[in-house]
Nanobody, 123 residues
């Protein structure tokens, strides 16, 4: 499966952005979808995950209550709605896909990755 992330940009603190990640595969609904981010000089970290049908979602504590992950299997797309953005949310955001759910919060838990989209939050 190939993943293409988009929707990043520059926003002021307190603002919102919606990221999208489109999949080229016809079996999108077979994949658990995750979002990760990587700030300069830091390791890539888990942000959110959504299960195959969207029945379950989990979030990093740092984004809980501000970010919402969702998916549209008919459109082969997963979204990350980001509200109340903070400067510390500045990072390159990556979407990822895997058939399994076991290690959803780990980079190694995903086989497929998108190219990343830059999110910059100014204070």
């Amino acid at each position: 499966v190939q993943l293409q992330a988009s929707g990043g940009g520059l926003v002021q603190a307190g603002g919102s952005l919606r990221l999208s990640c489109a999949s080229s595969g016809r079996t999108f609904s077979s994949y658990v979808m995750g979002w990760f981010r990587q700030a300069p000089g830091k390791e890539r970290e888990f942000v959110a995950v959504i299960t195959w049908s969207g029945a379950r979602t989990y979030y990093a504590d740092s984004v809980k209550g501000r970010f919402t992950i969702s998916r549209d299997n008919a459109k082969n797309t997963v979204y990350l709605q980001m509200n109340s953005l903070k400067p510390e949310d500045t990072a390159v955001y990556y979407c990822a896909a895997d058939l399994n759910y076991r290690d959803y919060s780990k980079v190694g838990g995903y086989e497929h990755w998108g190219q990343g989209t830059q999110v910059t939050v100014s204070s």
